[in-house]
């Protein structure tokens, strides 16, 4: 009877231990000299559940900048409000470079134009330690429709149904931004993320639907979706044949993508160390062959032009929603 | 028979040492995280993914596939032992298990849960190997309105469901619909709720909710219980279930599996419709209902049988169409991306290694889960020998750090203790938690669907009907309403003869 108590408390202890490394703890050791940075785990938190793109590729940052600064990287993952509580809580973090995130743009530059004052993000809040990559957006309807190109929905002469990702996402402005610019009349039917909006398009329950690539270019392949356009300024390399929403004559140019970010007032050095690993890290096979795996398109630039591509879309977004009277959300 | 080529290939994929030892490996994980509350399959894969990354593909996504469906054996030990359900698709198991391990049963209702575990994931590998393309295609038919009828069919079966009155019942289903309204609105963006709380803006997570009013509600209930009587640790006794218990529970087991199956398929709360729809069926075919939620044995074999038949069908849309329909496939999703093998739907043509290798690696895994079953049934059954005393305070622990893990958010511990103090209220008041957790977990799915359905047909609300599966839905809803009144009104007029 003892013995039974005894080995179940046992297991009931490992469990709890088990338990525990989900949520790895870092002891941020993190110590006045910079020049020594890093002494310690560097925490890299996510604002969406894992499996989701910015899960995997703050995965695959965090290995390499763990071989490149020899400490530990642990990702942890704090879903909510589209990233907004992971990046509230980053905000609030000590400036020490033991604490980063990679962050999305859409949540600085279009979830704004849909939430609440009190639910929006500002992005100098934070400091930017440099690019990651870009994730393109494409409009796609079903094979069976027989629609190509925007201009045919525009000839279909009925209110075109389309499926987004969800309220204040990317795949939401492009699609309404197009229809607007079009003069397509057009229903919005939000989706709660690509998977279910994906289906929805499968099924034929919707006319088109906008999605990121990698979420739908299978089913390109497959020849049961027909691309009609893709949002990114210029053509795609891994759907070179799909002209931009732009040749097609309609200025919609809307993209996902992230960026390292650090909280606001974390050191020169230490930021320019953290980047240099990253770079290392963008440098090396596996990452390379990670960015094509998921069909992203590098964007590992200095992050004085983060800055500016932030600014530029979001004055170039607020500006075209207010020209052309486009309601994302209750904002 | 050229198309069993493959298929037979598949089982030598299986059998190589290597793939064997990984899948072992995946459904010992799967079952150890499966019986901690909070840190669900998705989790645990997302901590493993990079370790994948240098095994072969094959391998990878045997291991990782075995997480996920071993996790669904280990969710049931702890709904029947501590009334911790750690999964939706778990929640209904908790009203016959947990009564039949308080009356001495635990192992009964665990070896039930194990061997119907086993056969509705079997039956399911089966189903997925023959018809896949054609389920996936036909899953495709569901869309908005579709499940807008399946959820609310699901809302009603809510209210028959567990021990409490069917007022009390309605009662908790309709505030578990009023809290699946708190949060982001999907439409509009608008806060509901929220009280400008960032932690409220994606709503309650089941865990807190499930593990606050049915885990902590119970251990606080149970202390108030102790000062006016003696507690003693519960029997442990008929550590496997009888063959007359099993022949009462055969029928549950084969009706489940094809609930489960064919449920499974629908992403997104399938699993848990599945469940619940099992029982129900169950309790409605019973000759004596009111057993149900007293520990009867087929409320235990329907629920864990068809929510492991939804888990292993719920790789159908992953595998044939490259649509992730939960949380777990969709870090399958990634998987395969990572491996140069994006899922979608020339996979089966173009890897059919990895196609029949991974689908038949689930028949090797389910034996071995049902081997390992077998004795840990009589080692976890001993849990309960524990004093209430020391088992209390390890489960609230344990509680509190599951909860924890899911979003790795303190806020989340606050929420499991007010839900906890009202469980433990509407214990005391003769509620019963499970109406208003299932109403929670289906009230969203409905809100949104119906929603969809409206954008869809322009504001016409006869498209629910004059679509064909909505329409029967429909139809059957009204026939689960309208022949109760029916039969009252008979039997009224009998007596009056």
Redesign the interface.
């Known amino acids: 009877?003892k013995s039974?108590?005894v080995?179940?408390?046992l297991?009931?202890t490992v469990?709890?231990l088990?338990?525990?490394?989900?949520?790895v703890k870092t002891t941020s050791s993190g110590g006045g000299a910079e020049g020594n940075y890093p002494t310690g785990n560097i925490q890299m938190s996510v604002g969406a559940?894992?499996?989701?793109s910015t899960?995997?590729i703050t995965?695959a940052i965090a290995?390499g900048l763990g071989k490149e600064l020899g400490v530990s990287v642990p990702?942890?993952?704090?879903?909510?409000?589209?990233g907004?509580?992971n990046a509230?809580e980053l905000q609030s973090a000590p400036a020490d470079g033991y604490k980063i995130a990679v962050q999305n743009a859409s949540l600085f530059t279009i979830t704004p134009l849909?939430?609440?004052a009190?639910?929006a993000v500002k992005i100098d809040d934070f400091d930017l330690i440099g690019g990651v990559s870009q994730d393109d957006y494409m409009l796609a309807a079903h094979a069976d429709s027989g629609y190509k190109t925007i201009a045919d929905l525009k000839k279909a002469g009925k209110?075109i149904?389309y499926g987004t990702t969800?309220?204040?996402t990317g795949a939401q402005l492009a699609s309404a931004l197009t229809f607007k610019v079009a003069g397509i009349p057009s229903?919005?039917?939000?989706?709660?993320g690509g998977?279910?909006a994906?289906?929805?398009l499968?099924?034929?329950?919707?006319d088109v639907a906008t999605f990121q690539l990698?979420e739908g270019?299978?089913?390109v392949?497959?020849g049961?979706l027909v691309p009609l356009a893709v949002f990114s300024g210029e053509r795609i390399k891994y759907l070179p044949d799909v002209p931009t929403a732009k040749e097609q004559g309609f200025d919609v140019v809307v993209s996902q993508y992230r960026f390292l970010t650090a909280p606001k007032g974390t050191p020169e050095e230490v930021k320019s160390k953290l980047f240099d690993a990253a770079k290392k890290t963008f440098a090396t096979d596996?990452y390379k062959?990670?960015n094509e795996?998921?069909f992203l398109t590098p964007i590992e630039v200095p992050p004085s032009e983060v800055q500016k591509m932030l600014g530029d879309s979001t004055s170039k977004y607020k500006g075209q929603v207010e020209q052309y009277g486009i309601k994302?959300?209750?904002? | 028979m050229d198309f069993l080529n493959p298929v037979l290939d598949g089982f030598g994929v299986v059998l190589e040492p290597a793939n064997l030892l990984y899948c072992l490996a995946g459904v010992v994980i799967g079952m150890l995280i499966g019986v901690l509350p909070g840190l669900g399959p998705a989790a645990t894969i997302a901590i493993l993914l990079p370790i994948t990354y240098g095994v072969e593909p094959v391998a990878a996504i045997i291991m990782l596939a075995g997480i996920f469906y071993g996790a669904q054996y280990g969710g049931t030990i702890t709904s029947v032992l501590l009334r911790l359900p750690g999964e939706a698709s778990s929640v209904v198991t908790v009203f016959d298990g947990y009564a039949l391990a308080r009356q001495g049963k635990a192992g009964t209702a665990l070896g039930i849960a194990a061997i119907g575990s086993f056969i509705g994931g079997t039956i399911s590998i089966i189903g997925l190997s023959l018809l896949a393309p054609i389920v996936a295609e036909v899953a495709l038919d569901f869309g908005p309105p579709e499940y807008a009828a399946l959820a609310l069919l699901g809302v009603l079966l809510v209210a028959t469901v567990g021990r409490g009155g069917k007022l009390k019942s309605v009662i908790a289903a309709g505030i578990g619909l009023l809290l699946a309204t708190v949060g982001r609105d999907t439409f509009t963006g608008a806060s509901r709720f929220t009280f400008d709380s960032l932690n409220l803006a994606d709503g309650i997570d089941f865990v807190p909710i499930a593990m606050g009013l049915f885990g902590l509600g119970e251990i606080l209930y149970n202390l108030e219980e102790r000062h006016t009587r003696v507690q003693v640790p519960a029997k442990v006794a008929n550590v496997w279930p009888s063959r007359s218990e099993l022949r009462q529970a055969r029928g549950a087991i084969g009706r489940g599996s094809v609930i489960g199956f064919v449920l499974g398929v629908l992403p997104g709360g399938g699993a848990t419709l599945s469940s619940l729809v099992a029982y129900a069926v169950e309790k409605r075919r019973a000759k004596q209902p009111e057993r149900f939620g007293h520990g009867a044995i087929e409320g235990v074999a329907a629920p864990e049988t068809a929510n492991n038949a939804a888990a292993t069908s719920s790789f159908i849309p992953l595998l044939t169409l490259g649509i992730p329909a939960n949380a777990t496939m969709a870090l399958m999703f990634g998987a395969l991306l990572i491996q140069g093998i994006p899922p979608g739907p020339q996979l089966v043509s173009e890897h059919p290694d990895l196609f029949w290798g991974v689908i038949n690696s689930m028949y090797v895994g389910n034996v071995l889960l049902l081997i390992m079953s077998i004795p840990l049934v009589g080692v976890f059954v001993k849990i309960l020998r524990i004093r209430p005393a020391i088992l209390a305070p390890i489960t609230v622990l344990i509680t509190l750090l599951g909860v924890y893990t899911v979003n790795n958010q303190v806020f989340d511990i606050f929420l499991v203790i007010v839900f906890g103090v009202v469980g433990y209220l509407m214990k005391k008041f003769g509620f019963e938690p499970g109406p208003l957790v299932l109403a929670f977990v289906l009230g969203s799915v409905l809100e949104i669907a119906v929603r969809q359905s409206l954008l869809i047909f322009e504001g016409d609300v006869t498209g629910f009907v004059t679509r064909p599966i909505s329409g029967t839905v429909l139809g059957l809803l009204v026939v689960v309403l309208v022949l109760p009144l029916v039969k009252i009104v008979l039997k009224r007029q009998r007596r009056s003869l």
């Not at chain 1, 559940?49 to 989701?52: A, F, L, Q």
């Not at chain 1, 229903?187 to 709660?192: A, G, H, I, L």
């Not at chain 1, 994302?328 to 904002?331: F, K, V």
């Open positions: 009877m039974v108590r080995r179940v408390c297991g009931l469990a709890a088990l338990a525990g490394c989900g949520g559940s894992p499996g989701g899960d995997l995965r290995e990702v942890v993952n704090k879903p909510g409000a589209n907004a509580l509230k849909a939430v609440s009190a639910e209110t149904k969800g309220v204040g229903t919005d039917v939000p989706f709660d998977a279910p994906m289906t929805a499968l099924g034929r329950q919707v990698g270019i299978e089913n392949k497959a049961k596996a062959k990670f795996a998921n994302l959300g209750s904002a």
